[in-house]
């Protein structure tokens, strides 16, 4: 059973506009969440974590977004930029039967179209 | 600044053959960690090792074994090859259990 779903396989936006990434989770146990960015060919490279005590945190132009009552994060990049087009992968890292290990969601690739 | 670095990153074997895939962390980090990412998949964890022993065991076969050295590279055996283990194998690297995970540009292992 899927602990992380991402349950949009993908999303095309336009340059200049807002992209969202949602990612849903079952494990009330995880307490810490982040995103990764992979490109074709290349490991999976860190955008951002969120903490479970803290409900936003952002950095440059992107912001991750918290809600543990719904139990639902989301990834916001703002302005999105032909670059960012890529799988996004959720990940959550809590105390389950993988220890430590990063459970992660099935990817969304994101495009972004010029 | 210095990465996870992994080799080979290509490897073609044939089933019931074997493989050793190498993983050298990014200097400091004390903490290694194993993925398969099958084709359309997401990662799935394998296993993990901190500070030389091993510390997580997720969905690695019985076929396969790892280890962390002194110097804190690490390396996955994989024995009696069969064409599932057509895969991505990722290792990562952390500063600490818990920490952020710096991921290396994966081993393409096609079993044929």
């Known amino acids: 059973d899927q602990q992380v779903k991402q349950n949009s396989p993908s999303l095309s936006v336009q340059e200049g506009r807002i992209s969202i990434l949602n990612c849903d989770y079952t494990?009330?146990?995880?307490?810490?969440f982040l995103w990764y960015k992979k490109y074709p060919a290349e490991g999976p490279t860190f955008l951002i974590s969120?903490?479970?005590?803290?409900d936003k945190n952002e950095d440059g132009r992107f912001t991750v977004f918290l809600n543990k009552s719904a139990k639902h994060l989301s990834l916001h990049i703002v302005p999105s930029q032909p670059g960012d087009s890529a799988v996004y992968f959720c990940a959550a890292i809590g105390r389950n039967q993988a220890g430590t290990a990063l459970i992660f969601g099935k990817g969304t690739t994101l495009s972004v179209s010029s | 600044a210095a990465g996870v670095i992994q080799s080979p990153r290509h490897l073609i074997k044939e089933k019931r053959e074997t493989a050793t895939l190498k993983c050298y962390p990014i200097p400091r980090h004390d903490t290694v960690y194993w993925y398969q990412q099958g084709p359309g998949q997401d990662p799935q964890f394998l296993i993990s090792?901190?500070?030389?022993?091993?510390?997580d065991k997720g969905s690695i076969p019985d076929r396969f074994s790892a280890q962390q050295f002194s110097d804190y590279h690490s390396e996955l055996n994989m024995s009696s090859l069969e064409l599932g283990d057509s895969a991505l194998y990722f290792c990562?690297?952390?500063?600490?259990?818990?920490?952020?995970?710096?991921f290396g540009p994966g081993t393409r292992l096609t079993v044929l």
């Open positions: 090792f901190y500070e030389k022993m091993q510390s």
């Open positions: 494990n009330s146990m995880f307490d810490y």
């Open positions: 990562a690297s952390s500063l600490s259990a818990r920490d952020r995970q710096f």
């Open positions: 969120i903490s479970s005590i803290k």
